[in-house]
């Protein structure tokens, strides 16, 4: 799995039918910052995922990737190959809080 | 899963029996451009997608890759591992229309 | 999918036992040239594949990656992840025949 | 699969139902040392994986990728790409040792 | 697929139990030379997969990843997603023999 900020949304109202009503949220995908490794830092690169946790753009989420990502009520038909499906509170590494939802933008 | 633009359109009249009848697009990824955020860049790289939508050239689809292609009705028993599945209206990312079908090219 | 052209092969006497009688393509990928958008030119990756459409070298095969590879009646119960399924006639994009089978070498 | 390190966790108390209590592990890929080939790298890059062996902080895992992920007792309904499969006690190449967990670190 | 030279391997004994008694090696994927098109390259890229075909370090062998790993007697139950599943014994493309495996080595 990935850790990924939504940026953004796509609206698509001509799709495959068992899509209907699903969100689909931009990410890009988060790395610990190489050389200072006490930030999260983005790729660069872009996902498009189907919300399957409530989440909301800014949020940092928990993508799966593939066929797990129909692994969940919601998406078990869908014809998709990304889901989020956890919103991230924290993320420690190198013994050094790297995010922390609670106090970020404050 | 991925949103990219269809530039072409591939010919194969001998193929596995399956596949007789399927139209094989080209598709290239766009990704969110890294400096400005205002708007979709191609990526230069070349994918072959299954049209399980009903898109044409010009258009930019939302692709799913792996064993998700196979997920509807048109695709199920197909040897592919990408398919477009939906024509996107809009992206917005960053608080910024980056595309918006309705108004592209006018 | 991709589209590549086969280059060459590999023998393998020892192997798991489905895999007697298979043939093991050497497929080179193509992409789209990015600047001019008027060939296809080669990426410099090397995969190999399964042949599930009669082809020969020289030729461009679309391939398909992933659990789909065994979704043809010859490849079903095989191990492999990548199998040509279709010999590629013609490739257009940007209102341009990129490569034409019948005219190729001439 | 690869194998990495494991530099620190993430927590996500907003998540899918089935996920609640899995250990979501960082973990960076190793490869060998191109040149010197004694030695195992770090890639710098980011994966997030489920803990199915009771592995912890610094300790290098046999990772697993894609549905095989969700093939052991406790990963198997879970919506997950990755999972830490084994605990790595010792990694040769080259006719070199390595990695020798016994001696790491003294 | 891919083919790739063993390397090496690594030593696991704390792990998931269906793995137990399987042989990880290390394998470097090769790809061919792609200026002189003679020779086959390392990729310096560091692979683990389970032995399906009684492969020993040094030889160069055939690895299929993904599900599709899991599609042989010996590894259908297991979380893995690479496996060797033939041993090369030559290697022709370009109208070139790229590795002859009767005479390495001589």
């Known amino acids: 799995m990935f850790i990924g900020r939504i940026t953004g949304s796509i609206v698509s109202t001509h799709k495959v039918e068992s899509m209907v009503g699903q969100t689909l949220f931009i990410v890009e995908p988060l790395r ?4 200072k490794k006490d930030s ?8 498009i995922v189907v ?3 409530g989440a909301g753009e800014g949020e940092i989420v ?20 990304a889901a989020a499906v956890g919103i991230v509170d924290s993320v420690q ?9 609670s106090t970020e933008g404050t």
Request: net charge negative; aromatic share 6%.
């Open 51 to 53: 919300d399957a946790v």
């Open 62 to 81: 928990l993508c799966v990737q593939g066929s797990s990502a129909r692994f969940t009520d919601q998406t078990k038909t869908l014809p998709i190959d």
């Open 32 to 35: 610990i910052d190489e050389k």
């Open 93 to 101: 590494a190198h013994d050094t809080v790297l995010y922390d939802k």
């Open 40 to 47: 999260l830092k983005p790729t660069g690169r872009t996902f």
